[in-house]
């Protein structure tokens, strides 16, 4: 993806919110969104950390050396404490209820103070660098983390409502040596050059209807796909090999063409993928340590894709860690996918996209084919039948839809949105493959089981 391809994708976001939210004053919305954008990229970037910390994987080995490598440097950034929190939250005087939708629980405290005053130091910016007094010392912070053992007081990060933010981590995201960790910019200055495999007609063919079913090439424009294409090689295993090694440095991101893989950690299978699905990716997004073993796992072998590590991050780590991003706390709070282990919500994050309704609109009408799932991210819906009326509502974190994919029927009832819904919705091939054992729960959770509406 081009930066602009990237900047008129996070516009034409902005644009869905501004639409959906209509706010009063439209530039103070446009930077409270892209501040707690930020905000939210930087608090789960550690929430992430944290989580692999504790799984015994180094997502971002750079940063330690970084920050002790140019004292000079680093010194500054400690001390200046750097705080992703947004500069306006706590003086929007517009602020409604038009904070960033997906998290709005991670801001509240930040919209409450302010719904109608308008404080003097409205325009104060700085992301509040080193005014720690104004915002909230350091509670949220993990006390498990070692790297904040010493910066307690009035000087530590100030903290985001509910999330833990590393200290002044990626802060220097276009200058810093440690940028590289998760930061896909680097490769958009170089002289980078993709790859470009000779592959026959046949082979392109064949690819493109295997990328077809990969949710993450799904996402890309042709110029993107085309990269892609071209710069993968394809790679044959036999049964037993091992693809890639738990603790080895990532190199190629693979997709598979034909046959299993088995994904063991620590020995122990964890895992298994097979056609259109694709793995390697959490070593390229975060320069981590392979965090699992992949073994070729078919009697007749198995044949891959592989895209090189620069490629990889060049054109879809944006996108992918972006995605992520979004999704993954909602994920986390919506029950029926409980089961589900947190690889398996990666993948599900992947696949998933987002759209807007306004009041009023039928989401998926009684009668019609059915073709997509719905997850609520916020907003309220009314679910009628024709003969029978309202029959429920649903609200953030429920989900509709599934009874035409499971049961092949058409949709059993219709379901509007009366106010600004937001959904994440999730296509038929998803919608079985990446639900795994969430499945059988919206199975037994039959909604028309009971009204003789099959
Ligand atoms: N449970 C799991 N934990 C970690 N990695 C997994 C798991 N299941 C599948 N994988 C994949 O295995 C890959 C091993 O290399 P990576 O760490 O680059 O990316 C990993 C994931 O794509
Ligand atoms: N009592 C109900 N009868 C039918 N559908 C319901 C009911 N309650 C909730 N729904 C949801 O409304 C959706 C309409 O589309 P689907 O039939 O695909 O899936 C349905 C369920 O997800």
């Not at 602009?4 to 969104?33: G, R």
């Not at 947004?86 to 998290?103: E, V």
């Not at 819904?421 to 091939?429: D, R």
Request: proline residues 4%.
């Amino acid at each position: 993806m081009t930066d602009n391809q990237f900047a008129t994708e996070e516009l034409n976001q902005l644009q869905k919110e501004i639409i959906a939210k209509n706010p009063i004053d439209v530039l103070q919305f446009c930077a409270n969104y892209f501040n707690s954008k930020l905000e939210l990229q930087r608090s789960q970037l550690w929430q992430q950390q944290n989580k692999a910390k504790a799984a015994g994987i180094n997502l971002f080995p750079l940063i330690d050396n970084v920050f002790n490598s140019d004292g000079g440097a680093i010194m500054t950034a400690n001390k200046r404490q750097p705080s992703f929190k947004s500069p306006f939250g706590d003086n929007d005087p517009t602020l409604i209820d038009h904070h960033h939708h997906h998290h709005d629980d991670d801001t509240k405290e930040g919209q409450g103070a302010s719904k109608q005053e308008i404080k003097p130091d409205l325009f104060k910016g700085g992301f509040g660098v080193g005014k720690s007094t104004s915002l909230k010392p350091l509670q949220e912070l993990d006390p498990n983390d070692p790297s904040h053992s010493t910066s307690q007081g009035p000087d530590s990060v100030p903290s985001v409502a509910k999330s833990k933010i590393p200290v002044a981590f990626n802060a220097n995201r276009r200058t810093s040596v440690s940028a590289e960790a998760m930061n896909p910019d680097k490769f958009k200055s170089d002289s980078w050059k993709p790859p470009i495999n000779d592959l026959s007609q046949a082979q392109k063919a064949e690819l493109t209807k295997t990328l077809g079913s990969n949710f993450l090439f799904r996402q890309l424009d042709s110029s993107s796909k085309k990269t892609v294409i071209e710069a993968l090689g394809k790679k044959e295993f036999k049964k037993g090999d091992e693809i890639i090694k738990q603790g080895d440095e990532g190199d190629f991101f693979y997709i598979i063409e034909k046959g299993t893989v088995d994904f063991y950690v620590n020995g122990n299978q964890v895992n298994s993928s097979s056609e259109g699905s694709s793995f390697g990716e959490l070593a390229l997004m975060y320069n981590s340590p392979r965090a699992a073993t992949a073994v070729a796992a078919c009697d007749l072998g198995v044949t891959c894709w592989a895209l090189d590590r620069q490629t990889f991050r060049r054109i879809l780590l944006e996108r992918t860690f972006n995605r992520r991003l979004m999704y993954e706390d909602f994920l986390k709070d919506v029950k029926v996918l409980s089961s589900l282990s947190s690889q398996e919500r990666l993948k599900l994050a992947d696949a998933l996209s987002t759209q807007i309704y306004h009041k009023g609109d039928k989401i998926v009408k009684e009668g019609e084919k059915g073709e997509n799932f719905y997850f609520i991210e916020s907003g309220n819906c009314q679910v009628s039948k024709e003969d029978k009326g309202v029959l429920t509502k649903l609200s953030k974190g429920d989900y509709f839809g599934e009874v035409a994919l499971l049961n092949d029927l058409p949709r059993q009832a219709t379901v509007e949105a009366l106010d600004t819904v937001i959904v994440a919705t999730l296509g038929k091939s998803g919608f079985s493959r990446l639900l795994g054992p969430a499945v059988d729960i919206l199975k037994s959770q039959d909604p028309t089981a009971n009204q003789g509406s099959q």
